[in-house]
């Protein structure tokens, strides 16, 4: 399976961005998250959901701002971005995980992953 994140740019404080990521190649999941990692940063943790059924977890960082979705059909996965700072500024990555609810968050429990799209927030 490869997964492909677009919808990155540059916006305005406040703004908004949808990011897409697009999986090709059959795949059987039980998660698809997001991720990113700012300069010097550790990857973070931002948002996944559950491939079957729905479910959705954020991190506190951006629960309120950002929301995730999908389309099973189109094996797509979406996370839209409002209420954007200078603090989102990262490449965002999305990622497949076949692994539990406990570890949604964990980097380490994804097994394949994007190649990441650039979001930029000027002040």
């Known amino acids: 399976v490869q997964l492909q994140a677009s919808g990155g740019g540059l916006v305005q404080t406040g703004g908004s961005l949808r990011l897409s990521c697009a999986a090709s190649g059959g795949f059987s999941v039980s998660f698809v998250g997001w991720f990113r990692q700012g300069p010097g940063k550790e990857r973070e943790f931002l948002a996944a959901?559950?491939?079957?059924?729905?479910?959705?977890y954020y991190a506190d960082s951006v629960k309120g701002r950002f929301t995730i979705s999908k389309d099973n059909a189109k094996k797509l996965t979406y996370l839209q971005m409002n209420g954007l700072k200078p603090s989102d500024t990262a490449v965002y990555f999305c990622?497949?995980?076949?692994?539990?609810?406990?570890?949604?968050?964990?980097?380490?429990?994804?097994?394949?992953w994007g190649q990441g799209t650039l979001v930029t927030v000027s002040s």
């Open positions: 990622a497949l995980s076949n692994g539990i609810t406990s570890s949604v968050s964990a980097p380490r429990m994804y097994h394949a």
């Open positions: 959901i559950r491939w079957n059924g729905g479910a959705t």
